[in-house]
């Protein structure tokens, strides 16, 4: 039974020395695939003197893992030019919508405007305009009506004094005609007498 436990241990030390004596992270210094497998495959640990895994399975599963990483690349490089197909379509839709947008702006400033006299203005500031212009018609035209009430109201006064004046003059040049007459009569009556004296 001691023999049995010494050899169990002396196994046991040489395992681990074997173990030990491989670098199992080697592999990750490398920087291409193929070297990382080399360096994999010759630190892999070892177990009574063989792999944990056969050479040809280590080669069938570097070979599928290669091949998956070519069809990995290769989605990748389709999907970088589908990327860069996309991204082209993308600044020729981007091209192309500034330039709707642009002709957009001018299709809806040119709604907008109306053309007077040869320029084009915003119906908004034409609307304005016109609303300021009508106003302005409108306050002169009540300017011009308060001033011409008040000269007809001077004329009408003025007309009704000048009528009253007529009135006047009229009863006086009547009044100063029966006295002319009377005073004439008077004075051809006081010639008559004075004649017959």
Do not use: C
């Amino acid at each position: 039974m001691k023999s049995f436990i010494a050899v169990l241990l002396f196994l046991i030390t040489v395992s681990f020395q074997g173990f030990a004596q491989k670098n199992t992270n080697a592999w990750k210094s490398e920087n291409t695939i193929e070297d990382q497998y080399e360096v994999f495959k010759n630190n892999v640990n070892f177990w009574s003197g063989s792999y944990f895994m056969k050479p040809q399975q280590l080669d069938e599963f570097h070979k599928s893992l290669t091949d998956s990483i070519s069809v990995l690349e290769s989605a990748v490089s389709n999907h970088l030019t589908q990327v860069s197909s996309l991204q082209n379509e993308l600044k020729t839709n981007k091209t192309e919508t500034a330039a709707i947008q642009k002709n957009l702006d001018e299709s809806i400033k040119l709604q907008n405007s109306i053309t007077v006299l040869g320029m084009n203005i915003n119906k908004n500031v034409y609307s304005y305009t016109m609303y300021a212009f009508i106003l302005g018609v409108l306050v002169l035209a009540g300017i011009v009506f308060m001033l011409f009430k008040r000269s007809n109201t001077i004329t009408v006064r003025t007309k009704k004094e000048y009528e009253e004046l007529k009135e006047e003059f009229e009863i006086h040049k009547k009044n100063s005609l029966d006295r002319y007459t009377k005073m004439n009569m008077e004075l051809h009556k006081t010639r008559l007498e004075l004649q017959r004296k």
